[in-house]
């Protein structure tokens, strides 16, 4: 059984205020480059996770 994770997080720019839901290569993709809308640096400060969506 293969057991695949989906990790969510919600990203919120520190500086110019833009929400989006990203995947964790694209969180990675944020802290390593900056928003893509403003382009201020980004810290893990700025993901919080989105209730967990277990369907079980």
């Known amino acids: ?13 520190p500086e110019c205020d833009e929400a989006l839901e990203v995947n964790g290569s694209m969180k990675d993709a944020l802290i390593e ?3 893509v809308i403003c382009g201020a640096g980004v810290t893990t400060d700025a993901f919080t996770n989105p ?6």
């Open 1 to 13: 059984m293969s057991r695949e994770t989906k990790e969510e997080y919600t990203f919120t720019c």
């Open 33 to 35: 480059r900056g928003c």
């Open 51 to 56: 209730t967990s969506a277990n369907s079980s």
